[in-house]
Each structure stands twice: as C-alpha cells, then as structure tokens.
C-alpha cells in the first residue's frame, strides 16, 4: 500500500478482549452502518459498511486516500496508459499476487467487475441490467477488456470520445471480486468465455451469485465464499463477536501491524462494548453513541453530502409535489441545529447548506454552479407548498421518510421536517428502521430516503463526483428514486470526460437548473462525522471518504 504509515512499534499484548481470552493482538473498529454483503459494489452493498470494512481485504490497483483522492496500490499490480487514440489502460497484476485460498489474482476478476458495472449485460424480458450494480460510472465508457482468461495482464480499451476522467478509481478497492468463486456458483469453467461470448444463460447465472451470493449475517457466513487479496480476511462473523478480520497468510505485502480486527456494525452498544474493552477506533456520523472515557475525539465534515432522495412514483410522482415538500423543509436550520455546531459537540463541522448536486461544495466551479439555485429552498415557505400542492392537485399527503435506524441526528431531522411542513399541509413520517436500505424505495415502501451520497447510509463521497451524479442517472442502480431525464443523462455523461472548466460550468449549471425543478433530491449540507481513538492508538487517519477511517487499517498499532 504506497501511503501505508511506517511503524517501528509491535503490539505487546492483546486489544479489544479481556486478558487471558484471546492472546491475539486485536483492535476493535466500530462503524455507523451495517455490513452485510461481501459485495461493496451492488445497490444496498454501496449504500453498506462494506467499503469502510473491507478496503485492506478486498485490494485493487487504487483506494481511497484521507484527501479524497484515488491513490495507486502497487502492491497489487500497475496501471499505465497505452498512447493511442481512444483512453487505454494496462494493467499488470503482480506476479504473486494471490488470493487467501492459495488461487492467484488473474485478469478474470477485472473482466467481472467490467461485466457487473458496465450495465450492458440486459435481460431479453424487460431490458433490464442482469447486474444489481449501484453505478456504472467509467465502467459503462469501457468498450472492451482483452484477458486471456487466467493470465495477470489485461488491456482495457475505452470508448472513442469516452476518456474517463477518473479512471483511476476503476479496479480499486472493493472493487475486485473473485472471479474464481463466481465461476464455480456459475457452474463455468472460466467467466471471460462466456461474457465475451454473450452467453446470456451464463453470464445470468454469474449475475445471480454477484447480486446475491456474497450476503451473510451474523452466525450465518460462509467464509469459504470471501477469500482475500489484502493483508486481512474475514475469519468470523457472530453477534457477540463481531466482524472478525485476521491477518491474511498469503498476502504478499508488508504483513499487517495488528493481527487481527474485529468490526463493529450499526447496531452495537457503544458505550458497553467501551466499557468492556472491545473498542478502540469509532468512524461514525456525529450525534450518535460514543465511548466512554480515554478516546481523542476529532470532527471533520464528509465529502458525501447528507441529503433528501425523493421517490418520482407514488405519492411524491408529480415534480409539484416534490417542489411542495422541499419548500417546507428548513435546510438553514437544519444545517444550524445537527449539521453544524449546534449538535451536540459537532463543533466546526460541515460547510454550511449545499446548493448543488453536480458539483462539490470546495470546488471553484461550486459558488456559480450553486448560484442558481438563488437562495431557494433555504427557509420553509408554507404558502409555496400550499401553492404547489394545489397546482398538483394533491391534498394532506403524507410523506414517508425512511433511513437506517438507530441515528439521532437523522431523527431530529425527520422530526424538525415534520414540525416545519405540517402546517402546509404535509404529514410526514418517520419511517425508519433497524433494516433500512435504501432499495427500499424502488420497492415503494418509503417516499424519501435521508442519507448521504448516492443514498449511502454512512460514510460517503470521494474528490470525484461521480457515485453523487450517476445516482441521478437514469437506469443506474443508485438512482433508487427512478429519476429519468434525458438532458441530465446526458449532463452526467458529459462531465465525466469534460476536461473544460468552462465547458463544465455551463452544462452544469444547466443541469441544476433542470434538477431545481424536476427535485428528486434536496441537498442539505456535508455530512458531519467524528473519528473516535482510544488513548494508545498509532496511525488511525480520519478519512472524510466512503472508504472510512479504515482505509489503512493494516498500519494500525494499539500500544498498552
């Protein structure tokens, strides 16, 4: 891992266990979302803790740095472009690069995750994507991948005109799966042969155990499934032990400071597992539980901005309404009472309310871009509401808004919502649970998801734009409101390969202009997050990214 932390420490006894029942070195890692799935790249996979989980499991020829940028993995191979006319990239796996269960890393595991995020792989039925991917970003603008199936070289050939800006973050981490696994639940002798043949019987039943086969719950995980590539792989997963990591004995790299990780979900009593010495790292939004006694505490704001995804079916179908309920929502309070430092002790946190969806708040072209939203939407206007329900025809909807429960600070934001649109006639209503996700809206059972980019449940977002703007591309997976629009499809296509500031500054303001309108999401502001170290802890870097504080686990020493 090129910015892998030097230490010239070693841990000298255990962590994260009482003495005398585990001698292993451990460091308990706690995180504000579930993980339930292996696979960090499906729709509730993304909007998961997979990617705050496993960066130091599932390794790529990229992860996600503390500033937000995608930063080179030579451990895995190398990534260089091939001069010519259309964006070629190839990529040299390294020569001992080699999963956890003895099979080496091949040119296979980039052809699967081209073939599951492209979304060109369609059913005959009803034309839609055999892959429950959350996007397509730079994947969909790749024409071809030659593999020679079972070899570590493979050349990846772009659309003419297609130069993905950030192609960097293509293959990285999380993103490169087993190919090998897939192929033996597939019942294929290899998956290259059957994607480059468009075996459609073949490549189904590749995409039914991509989609589905990498879930697990505690108690319940067939770890036989989940070989690694990184220092670490999963060893265990109960519910009184936590997600357990154990140091990877066929990694190849510089072996990991700490033998063993033992994650802690959504869901995990925080001030008991302090108290019982399970816990030495928390990376979790602000507001919510938090250890007790002999932590640092730092906040920072997240790249992912907290924000409203609207459904466009059901009772929120007409734009009216959508523009009716944003009217009424107080996103200067809001961003003043739990986005800034009013809540709790999230002092300093955040950038203040965000204006624009197709841009990032701390980029030059944000304050024009941002611009055009020209102060709406600020402070709740009841009249407009009224008016726009009118307009729609529409009388006391009610509105239904759904994210993963337990969250304090997102049910003060439900609740100052529901206080601000009642009296325009707007009954809203928390709709939470314990097993939200956001597909939750495809499904139709809530009206509105309350999370952070591309509707991810805890951390999120990166220095690209991309996760934030493919989830309002229609047919992406993370678009998970169904918005369509034929203009911002193009928007977001474009922008991903516009190397013009000038250029990129008209067709997004353009496109917030159609996105204030149309409303299938209202921004709020950065989400606030805090970093919790215990006191001992060496090397825990907050990262403001979907990657999490975990992105460099593998560095971490806990002295005693």
């Known amino acids: 891992m090129a910015a892998g932390l030097a230490a010239t420490v070693t841990v000298a006894t255990a962590a994260g266990c009482s003495a005398g029942e585990d001698p292993v070195p451990s460091i308990g890692y706690a995180v504000d979302n579930v993980v339930s799935t292996y696979n960090a790249r499906t729709v509730d996979g993304a909007a998961s803790g997979a990617r705050q989980a496993f960066p130091r499991v599932q390794t790529g020829f990229s992860y996600l740095g503390p500033e937000g940028e995608a930063l080179s993995d030579n451990d895995i191979g190398s990534a260089s472009v091939v001069p010519g006319g259309a964006l070629t990239v190839r990529y040299v796996i390294a020569p001992q690069a080699v999963y956890s269960d003895g099979v080496p890393m091949t040119c296979d595991d980039l052809v699967l995750a081209w073939a599951a995020e492209s979304g060109r ?25 030659d593999c020679v199936t079972g070899t570590k070289e493979a050349t990846v050939t772009f659309a003419p005109g297609r130069s993905y800006l950030d192609w960097r973050s293509l293959f990285g981490a999380t993103a490169l799966l087993p190919a090998h696994i897939v192929a033996r639940a597939a019942n294929v002798p290899n998956i290259v042969d059957p994607i480059n043949t468009g075996d459609l019987g073949a490549v189904s039943r590749i995409a039914d155990f991509w989609n589905a086969g990498w879930n697990f719950a505690p108690d319940a995980i067939d770890t036989s499934l989940m070989p690694s590539n990184g220092p670490y792989r999963v060893d265990s997963y109960t519910a009184d032990g936590g997600l357990v990591l154990v140091a990877n004995d066929k990694w190849w790299g510089v072996p990991p400071e700490t033998e063993r990780i033992v994650i802690w979900p959504k869901g995990t009593d925080i001030p008991a597992r302090s108290e019982a010495g399970d816990l030495e790292v928390v990376d979790a939004g602000a507001g919510g539980d938090e250890p007790t006694g002999g932590f640092d505490r730092t906040d920072f704001p997240s790249m992912g901005v907290e924000q409203l995804t609207f459904a466009t079916g059901g009772a929120l179908s007409p734009p009216a309404v959508r523009r009716a309920l944003a009217s009424c929502v107080p996103r200067q309070q809001l961003f003043d009472e739990v986005g800034h430092s009013g809540y709790e002790k999230s002092v300093g946190t955040g950038s203040g309310v965000v204006d624009a969806r197709l841009v990032q ?55 100052t919502i529901a206080a601000s649109c009642g009296p325009a006639g707007i009954n809203v209503v928390d709709a939470s649970s314990a097993q939200f996700s956001p597909s939750a809206l495809q499904r139709g059972e809530v009206d509105v998801v309350l999370g ?23 047919g992406v997976g993370s678009n998970v409101g169904g918005y369509d629009n034929g203009r ?62 975990g992105w460099n686990m593998d560095r971490w020493i806990l002295l005693r």
């Open 361 to 415: 708040s701390d980029t030059l072209l944000y304050p024009p871009v941002a611009a055009t939203a020209a102060g709406r939407y600020r402070q709740p206007d009841t009249t407009a509401s009224s008016s726009e329900l009118r307009a729609a025809g529409v009388t006391n909807p009610t509105i239904r808004i759904g994210y993963l429960a337990p969250d304090a600070r997102r049910g003060d934001i439900v609740e």
């Open 452 to 474: 952070s980019a591309a509707s991810a449940s805890g951390a999120a977002g990166a220095v690209s734009d991309a996760a934030a703007r493919y989830s309002l591309r229609g």
């Open 121 to 145: 792989f369609v059913s005959g039925a009803d034309n839609s994507s055999l892959f429950d991917a959350a996007s397509t970003a730079g994947y969909s603008d790749i024409d071809k991948v």
């Open 488 to 549: 911002v499809n193009a928007i977001v296509d474009q922008l991903a390969v516009d190397t013009s500031d000038a250029t990129s500054l008209a067709v997004a303001t353009e496109g917030e202009n159609i996105l204030w309108n149309d409303m299938p999401s209202l921004p709020l502001f950065n989400q606030p997050r805090m970093l919790l170290v215990s006191d001992g802890m060496k090397n825990v870097v907050a990262n403001p990214t979907a990657a999490g504080a």
